[in-house]
Structures are given as C-alpha cells and as structure tokens.
C-alpha cells in the first residue's frame, strides 16, 4: 500500500504539475506554485498571481476599471506612483497593499514588475508606453493610446524592436458584457456576415469636475480621436477588418464656447476589407439620464442584425448590457449581465506566453490610427 501511495503521489506530482517527482516533489509542493494546463500552455492556478503589475499616472478614473480588469485576471498589484497627491491619496486608499513608489524610474527599473497600466494624460500615455516597453515590460493604456501619428510610428517602432505588448483598454467593448456576447453571436454566425457597424458613444460632460486637460485638444486629442477610438476598435472587430480607411469625417463645438479648443460632437464613416462603418459621438447626454451614456451599437449582417444597448434600455428593462437578436429564425432578447469579461484574463495570459489572444497587436494600431486619421481629416463644422 505504501508504494501504491508513493507511485501515486509520483506520478501525480509528475503529471499535473511539472515538477521533480520524489521527496523533492513533496518538498517543491510547499514552495512551487502549481500550474494547470490552458489550451497548451502552463499557467499559474487562480489563487497564485500571474503576474505583478504596477500603475503609473492615473488622470482619468478609468486606471480604477483597468486595475481591476488586470487583477481579475490573476495580476497582483504592487506598486504605483502620479504625480498628482490628491490622485495618489484616493488611489492609496482603494488599493492599501501595494506600495506607493518614489517615481516612475523606481518602477522601470523593477525587473519583477512585468505589466504597467496608465491612464495619464492621454497626450502622455504612448511615450510612457514606449518608455515601459524600452524596460523589457508590457503597457496597458487607456482609451485613447496614441493620439498623433507621429507617436504612433514611434510606438511601432520601439513594439517591434522590443517584442513587448501595447494594449489598451477599450472598455466600451472589453469592459461590456452585452458586447462581449455580440462578439460570440457573429462568430457563431447568428446574423450572416457582417455588413456594417453603427457605433454612438454620447458622453455626460461634468464640466465643473473636469480637469483643465479634458478640454485642451493638444492633450486629450479631439473627440475623435478621444472616445471616437472605442467605436472604431468595435468597427474593425465585428466587420473582421485588418485594413481599413476613412471616408469622411466632421467635429463640431455645438454648445460650449467656454472651451474654444473643445469638440463635443463627431462623427465618421470608415470602410474596411470587411465591412463599413458609421461612429456618432458626443458630449450630450442630459441630466435626466441616470447613466453617464446610452450607448448603442448594431451591428447589420446579411441574416440579421444585433443592437445593443449598454448601459441602459431607457423607459424599460432595468440594468444594463441589453442585447436584441433578430434573424432569419427568431426574434430574441438576451440578458447579458452574466456575461464573463475576459479581457484581464487574456491579457495576462499573453503576457505569460507571448500570445496575442486578447486583442492583435495590429488591430491596436490600426484601431488607433483610424481614430487619429479621422481627428485629423475632420472637416471643423
């Protein structure tokens, strides 16, 4: 019985989890952590942290949906550093664990940190990419992550040469769970093949709690190229486009002359190998709305056609991440508040195994290079 014990212990040390069999496997087990099997590669259990990440500049309360994005997925956080007090001071307090660090290059410089986030001034966030990824680590932005082509070429550049990855979040798609089911439907083939997206993004201003940058199109980039980024990520990503152009755009400061340098609506149309695509956005939603934004996206297929409505199915449903299906075959309502978002999880997953499962390195950039195409051939109105 006793060998039939120590053949077990053997061979399940051996099997499941990599490591030396024998006394030193019983020994390793108290150390090591153990690691499972995922579509053909070896990760940590869920209950040991992947990876470390760290924050770097936090300007937008966006760091607070990627943070939490990255530690659903298996990160741990351990460090952050801002400049401003009052956004270490509320950041601190969310996040009591991980260490307030005496500046970026503390972070740089640390060889056990693998991933950092931002949501600095979006003007500032691709050179603090470049400077991550020049640190052998992975960077993950907010929305939008590049604004000037000229960052852009650089930050290819130095993507390349590096081999790190610079991901952003695009939460209107990776942070909604009724987009996230949209995404499973088309590739099932539930409406046919795709024809064309129609993305509105309004926005609440808030103008009294925006900060000065908000309103400067030098460091926000214009709302094309601002908001305007999330409808393009969806318009390359439900058409199935790798290449993609801008067919016309326009800006407009309807309604705060207050703010000379500021647009508060957009829109675009965009064609792609695989379909086409209309973007409205604006800063318009009305007080009344107990949501910051009714964004809607339909997505039009040669069977069918899906809408959904994200954060809000004004004057019915309650809740968000609505979803209405209609096909050839039925006429369908699904709620997908259920949904599980896995974009973190991906994301760190890459990290681990230098894959690219949670967004195409190349569909990053071309996503980026629409919106800042778009902000910059837009016709001032």
């Keep these: 019985m006793k060998s039939q014990r120590r053949d077990f212990l053997k061979n399940t040390l051996s099997s499941a989890a990599g490591l030396v069999v024998g006394t030193s496997a019983v020994e390793a087990m108290a150390t090591t952590p153990v690691l499972q099997k995922h579509q053909g590669f070896y990760i940590p259990k869920k209950d040991v942290p992947k990876i470390k990440f760290a924050v770097i500049g936090m300007n937008h309360n966006h760091i607070y949906g990627q943070v939490e994005a990255v530690i659903r997925g298996g990160g741990q956080l351990v460090a952050y550093f801002a400049k401003e007090a009052d956004l270490l001071a509320a ?19 640390d060889k056990s940190i693998q991933l950092v986030l931002s949501s600095a001034i979006a003007n500032e966030r691709a050179p603090l990419g470049v400077r991550v990824m020049k640190h052998d680590k992975d960077f993950m932005a907010d929305k939008p992550g590049i604004t000037t082509l000229a960052q852009l070429t650089e930050v290819r550049k130095v993507q390349k040469e590096t081999k790190r990855i610079y991901s ?45 940058w908000f309103f400067n199109k030098e460091q926000y980039g214009g709302i094309l190229c601002d908001i305007g980024s999330h409808q393009c990520d969806q318009f390359l990503y439900f058409t199935g486009s790798t290449e993609a152009e801008v067919v016309t755009a326009q800006v407009r400061n309807v309604n705060h002359p207050q703010y000379p340098n500021f647009e508060d609506f957009g829109d675009v149309m965009l064609r792609g190998n695989g379909g086409t695509g209309y973007v409205r956005v604006d800063w318009f939603t009305p007080d009344g709305l107990n949501t910051w934004g009714d964004g809607r996206l339909t997505i039009l297929g040669t069977e069918g056609y899906i809408e959904i409505r994200k954060n809000i199915d004004i004057a019915s449903r309650a809740g968000a991440n609505h979803l209405f299906l209609v096909n050839n075959k039925e006429t369908k309502y699904i709620d997908c508040s259920q949904e599980v978002l896995p ?24 996503a980026s290079e629409l919106s800042i195409k778009a902000q910059q051939l837009a016709k001032k109105v």
Excluded: W
């Excluded at 439907?185 to 993305?199: D, N, P, S, W």
């Excluded at 993004?201 to 900060?211: D, K, M, S, T």
């Excluded at 974009?343 to 071309?366: K, S, W």
């Design 91 to 109: 950041f601190g307090k969310k996040y009591p664990d991980a260490k307030l660090a005496k500046s970026e290059e503390e972070i740089l410089e």
């Design 343 to 366: 974009y973190g999880e991906q994301l760190v997953n890459d990290i681990l195994n230098r894959t690219e499962t949670a967004m195409p390195q190349a569909h990053c950039f071309l």
């Design 168 to 212: 952003v979040l695009f939460s209107e798609r990776f942070e909604n769970k009724a987009t996230i089911k949209a995404g499973e439907l088309v590739k099932a083939g539930a409406i046919g093949k795709v024809v064309q997206t129609i993305g509105l993004g309004p926005h609440r201003i808030n103008a009294p709690v925006r900060p000065a």
